[in-house]
């Protein structure tokens, strides 16, 4: 639908980038700006480096000129960081600074912030809209793993990147008859290990919703041994677990939200950090492992950042600018305290209650869990 009249009031609006960047973000800075400069006549202030740049009032103001250009660019032209409004460190020590923020927040006359981040971020976003500021969030992440939105922007080019990847592993891995895992980033969530795998023909694909058996992975690469294919790739994402490790994790995170007292919680958070350590050389156990069981070479690649850099393709282009433009839009009518979700071709908003704390976790009944398995790609159950 066409936008109407240019309605509001001049309206100052804020702006900021948090967590891990993202292809997209300047796409969706430059969505929300220019609706909000050349369609609604606001004035529209970047803060640098996620919620610090409102607490050490570190600014970018945006114009016709600073937005330009910047469609195509990735990372975030506003910095980012992973620092949360009421536990960040100020020389050198941890502080609730989300008073300074309410503070700095009224000083620059500001009608609302936008807040461009993943699943943290709507969290920290939830607690400034509950400290009494209008907050408008949108969902970027790769991992494509904040709830309520049907997509998050940065997923379509991080998933076109390791797809890539592992179109270019299949002739190595064929060349030497070897085994490579790859793995995908992803956090606690499959999707861009399931997307990428699907779309790239890998033989096994690991995701963190799953737990896997090893001997049913073996059993898979050996499989196709003896049908005279000698090489496979297995596409981990980065927080798959076998199910010993799966559930020695489930067990302390039962724990934790049991825990009553301090000593308690202290304890259980000290076995998640101990497992989460343990898990970091996974992806190399699990290729010596496999190894091992086929009696194939096998080799392990980490796609690591460069899933997150660069570029954004088109399609996170269009998602990007659609969200950001959408958000001016809802500023433009007041209707503040909620993420822009994408809901099919159109945008709508969610509360943020409904959304911090929350995860987009793959459904193990989602319709890419059944293709997979139904082209015959072993999920490592
Ligand atoms: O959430 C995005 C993400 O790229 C995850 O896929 C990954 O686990 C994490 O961020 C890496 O975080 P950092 O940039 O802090 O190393």
């Known amino acids: 639908m066409a936008k109407s009249s240019k309605t509001s009031k001049v309206k100052r609006i804020g702006i900021l980038t948090a967590g891990g960047d993202s292809p997209g973000l300047n796409a969706a800075i430059r969505g929300v700006g220019k609706t909000a400069l050349g369609f609604y006549g606001m004035e529209i202030i970047g803060f640098r480096d996620g919620f610090r740049g409102l607490v050490e009032n570190n600014r970018l103001p945006l114009d016709r000129h600073t937005l330009a250009g910047i469609l195509t660019v990735g ?150 041994s003896q049908h005279g294919t000698n090489f496979s790739i297995v596409a981990v994402a980065e927080g798959a677990m076998s199910r010993d490790d799966a559930r020695a994790m489930s067990g302390a995170e039962k724990k934790l939200a049991r825990a009553k007292d301090i000593q308690s919680k202290k304890s259980a958070k000290k076995e998640i950090a101990e497992l989460e350590l343990r898990h970091q050389g996974n992806t190399i156990r699990l290729a010596k492992q496999l190894e091992e069981l086929t009696h194939l070479e096998s080799r392990v690649t980490i796609l690591g950042y460069v899933q997150r850099g660069g570029t954004p393709s088109a399609a996170d282009r269009v998602l990007a600018t659609r969200l950001g433009s959408a958000a001016a839009d809802l500023i433009n009518e007041n209707h503040f305290g909620v993420m822009v979700a994408a809901r099919g071709d159109g945008t709508t908003p969610v509360p943020l209650e409904k959304v911090a704390g929350k995860r987009k976790a793959v459904p193990l009944d989602h319709s890419w869990v059944q293709t997979a398995r139904h082209v015959g790609t072993c999920m490592g159950d």
Not at 164 to 190: C, N, P, Q, W
């Open 75 to 224: 990372g975030t032209i506003l910095g980012t960081s992973r620092d949360k409004p009421h536990r960040m460190v100020i020389d050198g020590k941890t502080q609730d600074m989300t008073e300074t923020i309410v503070k700095n927040y009224d000083k620059w006359g500001l009608d609302c912030l936008v807040c461009l981040g993943g699943g943290g971020t709507q969290k920290n976003a939830l607690r400034l809209h509950q400290a009494g500021l209008n907050v408008i969030t949108l969902p970027k992440t790769i991992d494509n793993d904040v709830a309520m939105t049907d997509a998050t922007f940065g997923f379509a080019t991080a998933m076109d990147i390791a797809t890539e990847t592992i179109d270019r592993l299949h002739s190595t891995a064929h060349s030497h008859h070897r085994i490579i895992v790859a793995e995908i980033m992803g956090h606690r969530a499959g999707w861009l290990a399931l997307g990428s795998g699907i779309a790239g023909g890998a033989d096994v694909i690991l995701i963190p919703e799953l737990a896997y058996d090893v001997e049913k992975i073996a059993e898979a690469i050996r499989r196709r």
